[in-house]
């Protein structure tokens, strides 16, 4: 599955973009927020809140239960700051 | 085309009059207009530039979702929404929202509707640097998803 950042997530990641192979264990969207967590640990502390953040599934905001497939893309962000 | 997300500068009045022309073939009685600018200050100290990152794709289809849904919600037979990426200079605009309408009152509520969701709803998000040069990711405001919510339909 391919996963995106943007504005300060991408930055304090140091990464924009990344293509990851699903592991079995990781079902919504949630537990692909835990995963990045343990993949990044010493920035796990800006994943800990989910409601601080937004995840859009193939550029849909989606709540993190929603379900993941390998063909996926999906974006993880802080809430938008537009207009 | 009725949205445009760009990193070019855009043409108020040019914007504008061509609006009107188009309103004016659908027998609009009204026009309302947003224009939205880069401040150029920030905790009351002078900002030098805005950065405006956002979600290729994702952004276009978002605004073209709230264009038609304020279309058919407000019956506005035209609508330009503009909305600028990239790095802006304080005081230039980043934003265009034209709606027509037969009435004022449609008019006014469509562009209000439009800006108060593109705010919570369109993948934008604001770096602001300061006269360091240093860059601060603009936090989302609570009054914003307020603004936004007003709009909710029961």
Same mark, same amino acid.
């Given at each position: $599955? ?26 919504? =969207? &949630?537990?692909?927020?835990?995963? @990045? ?7 796990? =502390? ?8 937004? %995840?859009?599934?193939?550029?849909n905001l989606v709540d ?7 063909? &996926?893309?999906?974006?993880? /962000?802080?809430? $938008?700051?537009g207009g | 085309m009725e949205?445009?997300?760009?990193? =070019?500068?855009? &043409?108020? !009045?040019?914007?504008?009059?061509? *609006?009107?022309?188009?309103? =004016?073939?659908?027998?609009? !009685?009204? @026009? ?5 600018? %880069? ?18 794709? $994702? ?22 929404? @503009?909305?600028? #990426? !990239? ?6 605009? @980043? ?7 037969? #009435?004022?009152?449609?008019? *006014?509520?469509?562009?209000? *509707?439009? $800006? &108060?969701?593109?705010?919570? +709803?369109?993948? /934008? ?10 860059? #601060? ?14 709009? +909710?339909?029961?």
């Amino acid at each position: $599955m391919k996963i995106l950042y943007f504005a300060w997530l991408a930055e304090r990641l140091g990464c924009p973009e990344e293509q990851i192979t699903k592991p079995d264990n990781v079902q919504t =969207a &949630d537990d692909l927020r835990l995963l @990045i967590q343990q993949r990044y640990p010493e920035q796990a =502390a800006i994943l800990d809140k989910p409601d601080a953040l937004r %995840v859009a599934v193939n550029q849909n905001l989606v709540d993190w239960q929603h379900p993941l497939t390998e063909d &996926d893309e999906i974006a993880f /962000f802080p809430p $938008m700051t537009g207009g | 085309m009725e949205v445009e997300v760009q990193e =070019a500068a855009f &043409d108020i !009045g040019l914007e504008t009059v061509n *609006f009107s022309q188009i309103a =004016a073939k659908h027998h609009a !009685g009204a @026009i309302a207009s947003f224009i939205g600018l %880069v401040r150029d200050y920030r905790n009351n100290t002078a900002l030098q530039a805005m950065r405006l990152q956002h979600y290729p794709g $994702m952004t276009e289809r978002i605004l073209n979702a709230l264009v038609t849904t304020a279309k058919d919600r407000f019956s506005l037979p035209a609508v330009r929404l @503009i909305h600028r #990426h !990239g790095l802006l200079q304080p005081t230039e605009p @980043i934003v265009l929202v034209l709606t027509a309408s037969a #009435h004022r009152a449609a008019a *006014f509520d469509g562009c209000a *509707f439009l $800006m &108060d969701r593109l705010k919570t +709803d369109a993948p /934008f998000w604001k770096c602001e640097y300061d006269h360091h040069g240093q860059g #601060h990711w603009v936090e989302a405001k609570i009054h914003d998803n307020t603004q936004a919510e007003k709009w +909710d339909v029961d």
